[in-house]
């Protein structure tokens, strides 16, 4: 399906790399004007250079340092690209992290940064943006989850948690703002090639999935005719190594 997204404004936690980076030069790509935050200026830094020429020499592109952690600089993420731009059509809710350890291990600091990145400042950034997506007459909310948040795994509590949760969130909100025109969906990715885990753009990892894969589906999600909804998208690697 292709897309227009001129005249449309989107914000990407966690937009600086990974699936973030690849989201935000498709939605530039489609005309769109991106803000990307992360919480590493140097990060931001390279992700501008890398997305200057896309977004038509850094017009169309914001790069915030942002944490999601901080109900604050969630709201100031969201009034500042509006101010911007104009206002604000579409949130993706990326920024998340995984810190794996047995739970008798993992310390509370560990637990509660899972957490917080993963859940709560996807609650922050949300309550934030559905009042200027109402200004706009509707708009799209995509909270990136996992496939870890249905299929739990050893030493993966934390993050195994947060992404079950951000699930049932997600289909909460959904039925909440749906006839507000504020179309909401979950993108549950399996193994993909990253550097959010140890040793997972090395050669041999070549089967997961690619970054730009999960980008994709964005697309297609902001594509979708409005007469229906795919709430969850469950996207796995075609063939995984087998057991």
Partial sequence: MSINLQSRTAVITGGSRGIGLAIAERL????ASVAITGITQ????????????????GQRLLALRADVRDPDEAARMVDE???????LD????????????????????????VLDTNLNGVFYCTRAAIPRLRERGGGWIINIS??????????????????????????????????????????????????????????????????????QVVCDLLAHPDRSLPSRVELRPSRPPRK
């Avoid at 140097?42 to 020499?57: I, V």
């Avoid at 690209?81 to 206002?87: D, I, L, S, V, Y």
Wanted: proline share 2%.
């Fill in 90 to 113: 579409i949130l993706v809710n990326n920024a998340a992290i995984g810190l794996f350890a047995p739970v008798a291990q993992m310390t509370i600091d560990d637990w509660r940064r």
């Fill in 146 to 215: 996992s496939l870890a948040g249905k299929n739990a795994f050893a030493d993966g509590a934390a993050y195994c948690a947060s992404k079950s949760a951000l699930n049932a969130f997600s289909d909460a909100l959904m039925q909440e703002v749906r006839y507000e025109n504020i179309r909401v969906s979950c993108v549950m990715p399996g193994s993909v090639r990253t550097r959010f885990s140890s040793g997972g753009d090395k050669a041999g990892t070549e089967w997961k999935l690619a970054a730009d894969d999960v980008a």
């Fill in 42 to 57: 140097g990060h931001l830094d390279e992700a501008s250079r890398t997305l200057a020429e896309a977004a038509d020499g």
């Fill in 81 to 87: 690209t509006a101010r911007r731009f104009g206002g």
């Fill in 28 to 31: 530039l790509g489609a005309g």
